[in-house]
C-alpha cells in the first residue's frame, strides 16, 4: 500500500496530489503515443502523464467546456500534442476503436449512471495490449478525528451520498466496487493497488476535503437532501478546527487504483491482432 502524509503547514494542490503521479508510473511503460483522461477536470493527471512522457499525445474528455479550455495552458509545457474534448461520459466515445496506448480517470466512475458501460467503451479504444487505470476515493471509508462520533458519521455518510449539481449520480462506495466492475467487463483485472493519504493538521488536502466536505453538506440540506442542518454542519466543522488546533484532529483517505489491459487476441497463426481502425467516430475524434 502507498502512503503518504501531508508536511506540516504545506498547502497541496489539486495538482499535487500524489494520487495523479502514481497514476503515471503505472502507465509508462505502456504509453509509446496517445492517452486518454476520462473526466480530465483540470488536467492535473495529464500533468503527470506529460512528466513521464513529454512527446505523447494527450487527450482530455470532459462534459465541462470551461476546464477544457486551459488545458492548453495547463500543458504548455508539454512537447507533443495537446487535445481537449468536449464529451458526455454517457454516450459512445468519440474516438475510433484501439486508438489508445492509455485511458486513465481519477474520481470521474461513481458520476456515470453506467459504468460497465464506460468500461466497456474503455475496451474498445485500447490497443490490444494498452492499459487503463482507474482510481477513486472511496468515500464512504474517509476517516477523520476531531468532533462527535455520532456528528461525525453523519457528515461523512451524508458527503460520500449526496448527488451534487454536477453529478449524474453518486456513490461514495466506488472505490470498493471498481476492482469488480473490471473483473466483469472484457477489460482483464491486473492489479489492485491501495493508496492512503493521511494527515495529522487541517492543512492542504486534508482541508481542501473538509471544506468539500462543508459546502457539499449545506448545499444538500438547501435541496432537502439531508437532515444534517447548517447549525450542526457548523458545529462539525469548528469542532475539527479545535481538535486541530489542540493537536487531536487526524484524516485520511483511500483511493483505489484499478489496473486493467486489453488483451491481445492471437489468430490462429500465432500473429497478434493490431486492433487499430482508421478514422473517427465524429469531426475531431483521433485516428489511428
Known sequence: MY????????????????VHKRIAELVADTLRGR????????GPTLMAL???????????????????????KTLAGHRGPVLGV???????????DGTM????????????????RLLGEVHRVLRPGGRAVIAHVDFDSMVLAG????????????????????MD?????????????????????????????WSPRLVGH???????????????WRHGKSDLTPAEVDTWFESLCVADDSGAFFFSELAFLVVAEREVVVTGGGLPVSGVVDGARQPGALAA
Open 206 to 220: 486534508a482541508a481542501q476535503r473538509i471544506e468539500d466536505m462543508r459546502k457539499a453538506l449545506l448545499s444538500a
Open 86 to 96: 468536449e464529451a458526455d461520459l454517457r454516450a459512445d466515445l468519440p474516438f475510433a
Open 147 to 166: 468532533a462527535h462520533r455520532s456528528l461525525d458519521r453523519r457528515a461523512c455518510h451524508g458527503f460520500a451520498d449526496y448527488e451534487q449539481g454536477w
Open 35 to 42: 492517452a486518454l483522461d476520462l473526466g480530465c477536470g483540470r
Open 101 to 116: 496506448d492509455v485511458v486513465v480517470s481519477y474520481n470521474t466512475l461513481e458520476c456515470v449512471p453506467d459504468p460497465a
Open 169 to 197: 449520480h453518486a456513490d461514495g462506495r466506488m472505490g470498493r466496487a471498481i476492482a469488480g466492475l473490471v473483473a466483469m467487463s472484457p477489460l482483464r483485472l491486473v492489479a489492485v493497488e491501495p493508496l492512503l493519504v
Open 50 to 72: 506529460s512528466r513521464g512522457v513529454p512527446r505523447s499525445v494527450l487527450v482530455g474528455v470532459d462534459r465541462a467546456a470551461d476546464v477544457l479550455r486551459d488545458l492548453p
Open 3 to 18: 502512503m503518504v502524509t501531508q508536511e506540516r503547514g504545506r498547502v497541496v494542490s489539486d495538482e499535487a496530489e500524489p
